[in-house]
């Protein structure tokens, strides 16, 4: 099943298998949420000008999901490998 993720309250897609979605967000602080199948998991961020960030969603064996952030090199390997499915504006 997919790992949905919401921004704040607002959902903002689901990803499944080798998919990747960009976020082209203004400089500020951001609540990021993905809900596995049992759990949800939390990670908050501040994006700073001109920043990229890399972050894995992933599924645990609990049956929540995880954020994990990726050095630029292994985000960007991912990336060429993945299939985009959205862009968040």
């Given at each position: 099943?997919?790992?949905?993720?919401?921004?704040?309250?607002?959902?903002?897609?689901?990803?499944?298998?080798?998919?990747?979605?960009?976020?082209?967000?203004?400089?500020?602080?951001?609540?990021?949420?993905?809900?596995?199948?049992?759990?949800?998991?939390?990670?908050?961020?501040?994006?700073?000008?001109?920043?990229?960030?890399?972050?894995?969603?992933?599924?645990?064996?609990?049956?929540?999901?995880?954020?994990?952030?990726?050095?630029?090199?292994?985000?960007?390997?991912?990336?060429?490998w993945?299939?985009?499915?959205?862009?968040?504006?």
């Amino acid at each position: 099943p997919p790992i949905n993720i919401t921004m704040g309250r607002q959902p903002v897609g689901g990803l499944t298998g080798r998919t990747w979605m960009l976020f082209d967000l203004v400089p500020k602080l951001y609540d990021l949420r993905v809900h596995g199948t049992q759990e949800s998991s939390e990670l908050i961020i501040t994006v700073d000008p001109g920043q990229t960030r890399f972050l894995l969603v992933q599924p645990t064996p609990s049956g929540s999901a995880e954020f994990l952030e990726l050095s630029p090199a292994d985000g960007r390997r991912l990336v060429r490998w993945g299939q985009h499915i959205q862009e968040i504006r």
